[in-house]
Nanobody, 126 residues
Framework: VQLQAFGGGLVQPGGSLRLSCAVSGSIFSVNDMGWYRQAPGKQRELVAG???????NYADSVKGRFTISRDNGKNTVYLQMNSLKPEDTAVYYCNAEVVSSYVDYTGRQFLVDDYWGQGTLVTVSS
């Protein structure tokens, strides 16, 4: 299973960016998905999360500016970031809880694991 994130870059304050992250590999289903970020010298923090049913939650610092969404058919999660601020500068990581499946002599088995994307840098600067 792999998560591949796209969409980072350099943007001016007040600008917008859209991140996307696709899950690929041996997938039975994808449960919760989310975006985290880590700024230099700081701990990784949750930015936004979304359940398989579409329920969302956000860090207080991004509420009203960021929107998380997902396409279950494409196993892809998105993060629309508007009104970006310099303090949003960080490496953004996508995360997904993936259910994979295999068959052995006892029957079909299911595994649930947590996966991370490689990170994409977002820089907000004039």
């Amino acid at each position: 299973v792999q998560l591949q994130a796209f969409g980072g870059g350099l943007v001016q304050p007040g600008g917008s960016l859209r991140l996307s992250c696709a899950v690929s590999g041996s997938i039975f289903s994808v449960n919760d998905m989310g975006w985290y970020r880590q700024a230099p010298g700081k701990q990784r923090e949750l930015v936004a999360g979304i359940t398989s049913g579409g329920r969302t939650n956000y860090a207080d610092s991004v509420k009203g500016r960021f929107t998380i969404s997902r396409d279950n058919g494409k196993n892809t999660v998105y993060l629309q970031m508007n009104s970006l601020k310099p303090e949003d500068t960080a490496v953004y990581y996508c995360n997904a809880e993936v259910v994979s499946s295999y068959v052995d002599y006892t029957g079909r088995q299911f595994l649930v694991d947590d996966y991370w994307g490689q990170g994409t840098l977002v820089t907000v600067s004039s």
